[in-house]
Every structure is written in structure tokens, then in C-alpha cells.
């Protein structure tokens, strides 16, 4: 059996002059691919087929098949690779960072991202009758246990909470070893790319707090708090006093256990509470909303709008910091949405400042990160492979994958600019507002 430059063949074993079944799967996909198979697909029959230059796919089972024939794309893939069906193995200098980023410089190259029209009916039938032969059709496999199954009408509060829960409440110890000991989930502010993770995180919750003109007695209502860094940074050091509302059981805990460690029961106030339900009217000196926007959704957006307006007084400011989406889909993407954060949904930065003043706001700046949630991705995910042995005693293999999957895929899509992050400063008409002429961040 020979190799050239374009393609491997390896039959498998006991099938001595027929293809294999990787070579079967690459001549049938070839159509629908725009050509050669650009990585080395390596079959659960030991047969291997595609560029010997490319990152290796490896098939362990022919579900992984019928998950993409059920799901062709990015849901698909992922739930192959989270199940160990496929695996992408660290091998001859690639990893899963550097196969996906080939993966999407293909796709682009050979303009993949839609439906090809252009296709033989000849190549449909061909493909149908590999997947025949591989035993590939029947039923869809079951979702993978790690999944998100969530009922009930989109963003009622029932929704999400369960919404909330899938994601937030895998344990506390799970996140206090990704996040650093702030425990902020979200972008940090990176003086450089050296600059240990904990003092970045740190950085970012000084600029919130200088950005809202915080000081000694400044009230502040932090809407999605989280395990309330913004919360606890806002009293420790700018003597604010706060209430934090959350949605997620694990993160109240784990904040009122803080709050008591440090004194700041007189400073700090955690509700388990929908934002929604925040009573207070033009009340708070200043609204924070950091990275919770995204999961209230396009159709309740608005009432999002008119909570953070109403809630601070006239002349206050607010400041959400929150993740953009460009391109055809407006969530998180499909895997995102079904394994990492239910009913997520972002749009252009452009529409959101739209959004938030026709909610009655007026936006005096809009200061892009997105370079910084590369730097951030990259400190979780360093920490994240220091303690994998340890998050797969707490929460198994399979959701291991799936977070191994989500920060990769994360740090690709705000280094190549498919998503970005943005701190939107406004403040409340009606009341004299302290901005400065001249900002000094």
C-alpha cells in the first residue's frame, strides 16, 4: 500500500483489496467537502484516508457517522467528540486548537459556510448507499448525557433558571478550578500578555467601579452577579454598598459564605432573585451587568433595558459589559447553545447600544476587549488542563470534553473576531451625571 502527498490509504484488516472504510467515507463526502479530504481520517477498522499533511480525525464508532448524518456540522461534531466517538488526538504538532483553526481556514478557503446547490444527485446517492453499507442510518443516537434539555416557554422565569442551573450550578469547586480566586467569569483587562490572570480579573472589576464614579457610600445594584467578584470589589475597595442578584443557588452560597469571611454583611446584599423581580425604583447611585446579558434573550431584551433604567436614579450610570456576535447565527452557536449556555443569544455590539437606548438610556462610551477574552480564555484554560484529572472526578470525562471543546472554540472565536466583548458606559437622563469631560481610562 502506497502514500503519495494528497492522500493515505490503509485497508482495513481482513478486507485486503477493498477500502477501507476511511477511504469509503472520503470519497463520499468529497462532493459535499469541495474536494479532497483535508485532514487524515483514521476509521474504528484501523483504515486511514485524506492528507497526510492534515490534523487526525479519528473515528472510533459508526455512531459518530450517524450523528453527523443527523446532525451534519458543528452539532454533530460535537457531540461525537464529547461521547469519544471522535477524537482529535495531539499528534505530529497538532492539538484541537490548531485542527479547528485549520478546519475553519478550509471551510472559508472552499466557501463551505452554506448549502451547495451544486451538487450531482448522483453524489446524494452515492453518499446514501457508503452509509448503508457502514450500517450508518437508523435512529439518531441518544443526545449525549451532557447535553441541555430544557422545557418550557423561551426566557419565562421557570426557563431560566433550569437554563441557569445546567450551566452555573456543576459545583462551585468545579469553577474555583478553571477561574482564578476571584472567581470572575468573564473578561479581564489585560495590561499584557504576562500579566498573571488574577491581576487582569482584578483590573477589570477597578475599571467598572472607576468607570461608575464609585466611592464611599455609592450604592450598587449588580444584576447577575455571579460568585459576586463585582459585588465583594465594589465594598472591599471602593466602600459601595451593594446588592447582587443571581438566579443560581450554587453562586449565592458560595457569595454569602465570602460575605461572612471578610465582615461585609453590612456592605454586601445577595438575593436569590430574578432580575426582573428587583423591586427598587430610581434608587441605586449606579447599575453593573457584567457577561449576564446575553442569556436574557432578543424578545426580553427590552424588559432588560427598563430594569437597568429604572433601577438607578436619574443622573446614575450604568455599565454592561457583554458579548457581541457577528455572522448568520445570532446565539452562541449550536454547541454552545446545547452543551455550554441554553438560549444564549448575542447580536453586533451596534445593536445592543440601539437596544439599550431606546430602553431610555444614554450611552457615553463603548469600549471594546475583545483581545482581552483571548488573554482571559488562555488563563482558564491553562488552569483547566493543570486540574483535568481533578474536574473529572467532580464531574466526569464527558463534560471534561465538553469544556475542553467549549474554551478552545471560545478563544478561536474572539481571536479571529467572530465574537467580541464591549463595556457599554450610560447613564440615566433626567438628574445632573458626574461623567468627566476628559475620561482618564
Not at 89 to 100: M, R, Y
Not at 181 to 196: D, I, K, T, V
Not at 201 to 221: D, M, P, R
Not at 373 to 392: I, K, P, S
Request: glycine letters at 10%; proline letters at 6%; charged letters at 25%.
Amino acid at each position: 500500500m502506497t502514500a503519495d502527498r494528497t492522500l493515505v490509504e490503509e485497508t482495513g484488516p481482513g478486507h485486503l483489496g477493498t477500502p477501507g472504510v476511511a477511504q469509503r467515507i472520503a470519497e463520499a463526502v468529497a462532493p459535499f467537502v469541495g474536494g479532497e479530504l483535508p485532514v487524515r481520517l483514521r476509521a474504528w477498522d484501523g483504515s486511514e484516508a485524506g492528507s497526510p499533511d492534515g490534523p487526525i480525525v479519528v473515528l472510533h464508532s459508526v455512531d459518530a457517522v450517524r450523528r453527523l448524518l443527523w446532525h451534519p456540522g458543528e452539532l454533530g461534531a460535537a457531540q461525537a467528540y464529547v461521547t469519544g466517538e471522535l477524537d482529535v488526538p495531539e499528534q505530529d504538532g497538532w492539538d484541537l486548537d490548531t485542527a479547528l483553526t485549520f478546519a475553519f481556514a478550509v471551510a472559508r478557503e472552499r466557501g463551505l459556510s452554506g448549502a451547495r446547490p451544486g451538487l450531482r444527485p448522483a453524489a446524494v446517492v452515492r453518499a446514501v448507499r457508503t452509509a448503508l453499507d457502514l450500517k450508518a442510518l437508523g435512529r439518531p443516537p441518544a443526545a449525549p448525557a451532557s447535553q441541555a434539555d430544557i422545557k418550557g416557554r423561551l426566557h419565562s422565569a421557570l426557563r431560566d433558571r433550569r437554563a441557569i442551573s445546567h450551566h452555573y450550578d456543576l459545583s462551585n469547586e468545579f469553577y474555583s478550578l478553571i477561574l482564578e480566586p476571584n472567581m470572575a467569569y468573564s473578561s479581564g483587562y489585560h495590561s499584557s500578555p504576562e500579566q498573571p490572570l488574577e491581576e487582569a480579573q482584578a483590573a477589570k472589576l477597578s475599571l467598572v467601579c472607576t468607570k461608575l464614579g464609585l466611592t464611599e457610600g455609592s450604592t450598587l445594584l449588580d444584576v447577575g452577579c455571579g460568585w459576586g467578584s463585582m459585588s465583594l470589589h465594589a465594598a472591599e475597595h471602593f466602600g459601595a454598598r451593594v446588592v447582587g442578584v443571581t438566579i443560581a443557588a450554587e453562586q449565592k452560597r458560595f457569595i454569602d459564605e465570602r460575605i461572612r469571611e471578610r465582615g461585609l454583611e453590612d456592605r454586601v446584599e445577595i438575593r436569590l432573585q430574578d432580575y426582573r423581580e428587583v423591586p427598587e425604583r430610581d434608587h441605586f447611585d449606579a447599575v453593573s451587568s457584567i457577561e449576564m446579558g446575553e442569556h436574557v434573550g432578543q424578545r426580553n431584551y427590552p424588559t432588560y433595558a427598563a430594569v437597568l433604567h429604572r433601577s438607578v436614579r436619574p443622573g446614575g450610570r450604568v455599565l454592561v459589559q457583554q458579548m457581541s456576535r457577528s455572522g448568520r447565527w445570532p446565539g452562541g452557536g449550536p454547541f454552545i447553545e446545547s452543551f455550554i449556555a441554553p438560549d444564549m443569544y448575542m447580536r453586533p455590539v451596534g445593536e445592543t447600544v440601539a437596544m439599550l437606548e431606546a430602553g431610555g438610556l444614554e450611552v457615553r462610551d463603548v469600549h471594546a476587549l475583545r483581545e482581552h477574552y483571548v488573554l482571559t480564555v488562555a488563563g482558564w484554560l491553562e488552569r483547566f488542563e493543570a486540574n483535568a484529572d481533578r474536574l473529572t472526578e467532580l464531574v466526569g470525562e464527558e463534560v471534561v470534553r465538553v469544556w475542553r471543546l467549549y474554551l478552545v472554540g471560545g478563544s478561536m472565536a474572539f481571536r479571529d473576531g467572530r465574537m467580541g466583548v464591549d463595556q457599554i458606559l450610560m447613564v440615566r437622563p433626567g438628574g445632573p451625571h458626574t461623567l468627566p469631560l476628559v475620561r482618564t481610562w
